[in-house]
């Protein structure tokens, strides 16, 4: 029987063994250092803030592993050896695979900064970061003051886990605005103000230069390069992810920042496949980076790469991009392209509209000669996935969203629905006598 | 803030303590005249007990700490033997032995309880009242931003099966076992609420107007309770009130003023309350009770089979089956209130998915079983149906399910077990509501696409035990019979993954493979198979 061994049980690995298994009868084997059972990464903040157990992150039972025939092994990969199709762990156990699967997902960047490997200077990324953040932060007697290094989503989870255990944070960030490589100025503005209403103090355009050591080797202050010497006791280091890949290091695979992967995300050696966030694409898809460390595509990949494994060749072809987040209270969701004004062309216009007293508003991204609507961004309203890529795929254009929006709409019942209001606005900026529609299941549910 | 709660608190439990020592303290004494009144009001013809009775009781101090009820048992017992060797079997007596000593308790009492009930109503009822409010209230400022407020649940003693949660689970079911079984120890509550009930229905009260008012105080209490901590969602809002609207209307004010106003159906009905969670409708007793009661009692019986055949199941093919149990039902309505705090305890393994279908349908077998006995009895005016006896079936359904399951642990288990262990597991009427839910309803909770990011909050915080996250990372809808669509789970989704709807019954169970989001001829292809 062909052996499937997956280095990595995270989304990518587990999903990409769940459709073997769904597919094949084939042997598979995962192997994790981290964890013994599969876990939602995404929701280690909630462990810390104590909404759940660590149990609770687990998406299947312990018993699902055996009752699927997924073995799973506990052991650090140290070394791949592709003439032998062997695996060498740290323990000295050795295992043969017919087709292997890198799926090891990232690690916390490490710029180089001074003092970036004291004790209470972490990232969050592993189990094991959380576990470490319980030691060094668990209240705010122990842990005076925390400073963020980075502004990204990592950074304002985190940001927002140590809030809850009333311990001061500042929260440096590099660019002039939260994470304003990606969002569109307005958002990025709301965003910034939710996060001073958190009492966080945000420190905008603003480096990390060094991590100050006390006599124990002890972090103790960090020095900005405003030249700010700010007392803490732990360091959070968040200023992104990178593939998680040093084992390969002299394996023959090839790597880049990734492991380099064509579109049936196979590597330059035959057997041998990366997926997920250490997979990095020749060349970027579309839009997309040529690596993507989102939970999303770490699944698709892992769709994808089962069925190229149980004999139907598949490309690696994302539909429409779409995420989510969440930064304190605010829900975040977009569905197709919306570029920062950092990023985007010319040929991009954009459509904002934000409440006047909550933290609510959207942004939507249109072409500005053909008037195609490109994408959205919404914050504190929720819509439909499908009827967005639904309108993506039929190249509607930005008037026909605005008529339709109310069938995008995707709240709970009863809550307050703005979609008269943004049409107003809408109407009044591009003279246009757009009525919304209303709500229809028809068109909601029907196959176009 | 934090020293107005900390003084709610302690108000609180000076309440509570006060409230749990009453069953104990207290004076009694029976004088001739009470005694007279309460044999002739109790029918007792045998004068071997009277005089028994009158010995033992009459004009004797008794204390609240003396059980009176085996003592009443040995001279119902006496008595009985004696008329059985006499062949005297219109003598015997048949009154319980716990009843009488509740009667007994609750005429002779004397002294600093009876005589300051308003006092005393303020002691317990009143500083559990403002001590816990001044416990929630300040939480407007305390929880701090409108949003998902459920910080360090799984840190805090009580809401992570810690030693306060053990005190309130020994707490809880003490006071169902009291309630059910050793009423006696009851009595000095209902004087805390005899002003209440008096200018209610007219009657002192008994302990099940103890029961109901509390229930509406806790209901209350715990409901502002709600409104702050889901004060960014409307849904939460809107059911919450629903429930305690229905809960203080038709559960408690509507049956008691039909008392008052000594309407022919003597003693009050639930108009909400559908068979067969309303298990003794059917009972030959209630039957004949309704049908001598004329107009008003043909019309409850109507109402009352009306409501369990065609409301139900119609409102929950449009709505699911959230309109009764998360909006209208009373057992709903606390657990959706004082139970909200424990609703993260059930278990979502597969294993108590096993049991609860087990259970919940045995529930209902064993409740229209019971109910085609006890039909036949009454048509054909038996008392044993296949020589089993009528009386016998019923006693044990009311003893195993309406007290035990429903009472003692449905509401007891609360801290340990979650907030719907009866819903879940026992009530015959959630298993028949949930058949229509799962194979004819127009209700679901549909997934967002692929924007599930299986964290699992969804899980956790469903008080049925459904394992929410199963279906949304397969980019299902959730279509399960057990839902009773309280809304939490999209309330505390970060991702805007669930919704709550009733649309079209086509599409609305939507098996997938693949995930929207992923190559569109890749999802055909998979889901096509």
Known sequence: MEHIVIIGNGIAGVTAARHIRKLSDKKITIISAESDYFFSRTALMYVYMGHMKFEHTQPYENWFWKKNRIDLVKGFVEKVAHEQKKLFLKDGTTITYDQLIIATGSKPNKFGWPGQDLKGVQGLYHKQDLELLEKNAPNNKVCKRAVIVGGGLIGIEMAEMLRTREIPVTFLVREKSFWNGVLPSGESEMINEHILDHHIDLRLDTNLEEIIADENGHAKAIRTDKGDIIECTVVGLTAGVTPNINFLKDSGIELGRGVKVNRFLETNIPNIYAIGDCAEQHEAIGNRRPIEAVWYTGRMMGETLAQTICNNKTEYNPGHWFNSAKFFDIEYQTYGWVFSERSKKETELHFHWRHSKENICITIAYDAATKEFLGINTFGIRMRHEIFDRWLTAKKDVFYVMEYLKDANFDPEFYKSYENEIVVKFNSEFGTQIQPRKKSWKRIFSKA | ?529
């Open chain 2, 1 to 529: 803030m934090k020293t107005i709660q900390n003084i709610g608190i302690t108000l609180f439990i000076i309440g509570l303590a006060i409230f749990t020592a009453l069953p104990f303290l207290g004076t009694f004494k029976l004088n001739q005249t009470t005694f007279d009144e309460l044999i002739t009001s109790q029918g007792i013809k045998s004068e071997v007990f009277i005089q028994d009775l009158k010995n033992t009781f009459v004009d004797k101090e008794f204390t609240g700490i003396q059980a009176l009820a085996p003592i009443v048992k040995g001279v119902i017992d006496n008595a009985n033997e004696v008329h059985d060797k006499n062949k005297e079997w219109g003598k015997k007596v048949y009154a319980g032995s716990g009843d009488m000593a509740t009667a007994i308790r609750k005429a002779s009492a004397y002294g600093f309880i009876p005589e300051n009930k308003g006092l005393l109503w303020l002691l317990t009822f009143g500083l559990g009242i403002i001590g816990s409010l001044m416990f929630i209230i300040p939480q407007v400022v305390t929880l701090g931003k409108k949003g998902i407020k459920n910080d360090h649940i799984y840190h805090q003693s009580s809401t992570n099966r810690g030693w306060i949660a053990w005190l309130v689970f020994i707490f809880l079911v003490s006071f169902y076992l009291v309630l059910y079984f050793k009423a006696e120890y009851a009595v000095n509550w209902t004087f805390l609420v005899d002003p209440i009930s008096e200018s209610l229905s007219g009657n002192p009260a008994g302990q099940w107007f103890v029961y109901g008012f509390m229930y509406c105080v806790v209901m209350t209490v715990m409901a502002i309770r709600m409104y702050i901590k889901y004060r960014h969602n409307v849904y939460q809002m809107v059911r919450t009130t629903s429930v305690l609207f229905f809960q203080i209307v038709f559960a408690f004010l509507i049956p008691e003023i039909m008392v008052r106003l000594q309407l022919s159906y003597s003693k009050g009905y639930d108009f909400k309350n559908a068979f067969p969670l309303d298990y003794d409708f059917f009972f030959s007793w209630n039957l004949k009770e309704l049908i001598a009661s004329g107009g008003l009692g043909m019309f409850i019986l109507v109402w009352g089979i009306v409501l369990t055949l065609v409301i139900v199941p119609v409102m929950v093919y449009f709505f699911g089956k959230r309109w009764y149990c998360s909006w209208v039902c009373g057992c709903g309505g606390l657990a959706e209130t004082l139970g909200d705090p424990y609703r993260q305890h059930s278990s979502k393994s597969l294993f108590s998915w096993k049991i609860e279908r087990w259970l919940i349908h045995g529930v209902l077998v064993f409740a229209v079983v019971m109910t085609g006995f006890t039909l036949y009895g009454f048509f054909a005016e038996t008392g044993t149906v296949l020589g089993i006896k009528v009386q016998s079936i019923m006693n044990t359904y009311s003893f195993l399910i309406g007290a035990i399951f429903a009472g003692v642990i449905g509401t007891g288990f609360y801290p340990i077990f979650g907030n719907r262990v009866w819903c879940r597991f026992g009530c015959p009427l959630a298993a028949y509501l949930g058949f229509v839910q799962r194979f004819k309803s127009r209700f679901r909770i549909t997934t967002n696409g692929g924007q599930c990011i299986s964290c699992g909050n969804c899980s956790t915080y469903c008080e049925q035990g459904i394992d929410v996250r199963a279906y949304a990372q397969k980019g299902e809808n959730i279509v399960r019979s057990s839902c009773v669509g309280c809304g939490i789970c999209s309330a505390v989704c970060p991702r805007g993954v669930l919704k709550l709807e009733n649309g079209p019954e086509e599409g609305r169970i939507n098996p997938t493979e693949i995930l929207l989001g992923n190559d569109v001829d890749l999802m055909t292809l998979v889901n096509k198979k």
